[in-house]
């Protein structure tokens, strides 16, 4: 069973992680606190509109490629939690460029690389104080997404043994880095009993996977929800499509 009792989600706007926040809010037993952050909260109109109907959602501004601002947007959801830890965190936010050898320029590496890697990353460091607090109070249960966890949302196409048509350096290279990242906090944060997991949603109809990816939002979130009920020790550094099925680095 999955039963977070506080949960920040980036990218909450639109697409996947929006149907995050929706689904999550079904969960049997519902999450406290949903930190539903993204660039535009006066954009955010649908994510507006979950906010009003459900007193859980607290939409915070939060722009993943400036790490400068973090620090602000902890201290806002410290103010909510009153002491509490938070038990889940879930880095969505994601640009694609599919640029191939001939098109790829540094500015768009750079640019790739600092919304898709270094904002997760550092995201995962700003909290990692709230996310400790939450893994220690649920000390002696098994480590799971309910208790403490890090789930970074990556592409297989950042998967090395899955790459055989090339291309697309600023995306497959900032997921792969990212799989880094996640491999690294997992066994960086094992002793704090916290888990580290890539989660790939499938190639889902959204902005960015465009209208003929191969499923919808709704059929990507129930899955990965599924596998996030299910992670434990074992599963912990992985990385995992949505159907549960692991996929090589
Ligand atoms: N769709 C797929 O087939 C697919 C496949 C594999 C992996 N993924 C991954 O899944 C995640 C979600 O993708 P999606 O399909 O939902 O994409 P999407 O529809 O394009 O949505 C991307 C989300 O990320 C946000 N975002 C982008 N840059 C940001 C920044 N600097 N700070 C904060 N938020 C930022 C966007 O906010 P704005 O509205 O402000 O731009 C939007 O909410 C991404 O990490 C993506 O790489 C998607």
Same mark, same amino acid.
């Given at each position: ?27 049997? $037993? ?86 898709? $890697? ?63 990242? $996640? ?32 499923? $919808? ?33």
């Amino acid at each position: 069973m999955l039963c977070p009792s506080s949960i920040l989600i980036t990218g909450a706007n639109r697409g996947i992680g929006l149907e995050l926040v929706r689904q999550l809010l079904l969960l049997e $037993t519902p999450p406290k606190h949903v930190f539903a952050t993204c660039r535009s909260p006066d954009k955010a109109e649908d994510l507006q509109k979950l906010a009003e109907s459900n007193g859980a959602v607290r939409v915070l501004k939060l722009d993943v490629s400036e790490p400068e601002s973090f620090p602000g947007v902890r201290e806002e959801v410290e103010a909510v939690l009153q002491g509490d830890g938070l038990n889940l965190l879930i880095n969505n936010a994601g640009i694609i460029a599919r640029d191939n050898l001939a098109a790829v320029t540094v500015q768009r590496m750079e640019s790739l690389y600092r919304t898709n $890697t270094i904002g997760p990353l550092f995201l995962a460091k700003e909290f990692l104080p709230l996310i400790q607090k939450a893994a220690k109070a649920g000390s002696g249960q098994p480590m799971s997404c309910s208790k403490a966890a890090i789930i970074n949302m990556t592409s297989k196409v950042g998967s090395m043994e899955d790459n055989s048509s090339g291309g697309r350096y600023p995306y497959r290279i900032s997921k792969a880095a990212l799989n880094m990242v $996640t491999k690294n906090l997992s066994v960086d944060l094992k002793a704090d009993d916290i888990l580290s997991v890539c989660l790939h949603p499938g190639y889902v109809k959204t902005e960015m996977g465009g209208p003929n990816a191969l499923i $919808t939002s709704e059929q990507s979130v129930q899955g990965m929800i599924n596998v996030m009920a299910s992670l434990d020790a074992e599963k912990n550094g992985l990385m995992i499509d949505y159907a549960g099925k692991i996929i090589p680095w």
